[in-house]
């Protein structure tokens, strides 16, 4: 199967940045998008940003121009940096995968890491 991991997350101040990153591992056959998602407390998990096979990035309104996505397809590995923060991006942040395992044919699927918390405090 296919884990992936966060890492990255903590406590910065207003203003402040972080570095979230996301490596996928196992049994990879190809990888059609990453994104990343956030879920605050008390609220429904939100799509922050998206990166595909072909380098094409999105981002959800409330983070474009602070938020950037990219990729190391050497590694498996998406990243997410956050700047400009604010106590509102206070949320646990979810890595997710559109993957196709290595198995012939096997068809896209969604796998999510286990989330790594970020607090930004005012």
């Known amino acids: 199967q296919v884990q992936l991991v966060e890492s990255g997350g903590g406590l910065v101040q207003s203003g402040g940045s972080l570095r979230l990153s996301c490596a996928a591992s196992g049994s990879i056959g190809r990888i059609d998008a990453m994104n990343w998602y956030r879920q605050a407390p008390g609220k429904q998990r939100e799509f922050c940003a998206t990166i595909n096979s072909g380098g094409f990035t999105n981002y959800a309104d409330s983070v474009k121009g602070r938020f950037t996505i990219s990729r190391d397809s050497a590694k498996n590995t998406v990243y997410l940096q956050m700047n400009s923060l604010k106590p509102e991006d206070t949320a646990v942040y979810y890595c997710?995968?559109?993957?196709?395992?290595?198995?012939?044919?096997?068809?896209?699927?969604?796998?999510w890491g286990q989330g790594t918390q970020v607090t930004v405090s005012s």
């Open positions: 997710n995968g559109i993957i196709a395992t290595a198995t012939l044919g096997a068809p896209l699927q969604s796998f």
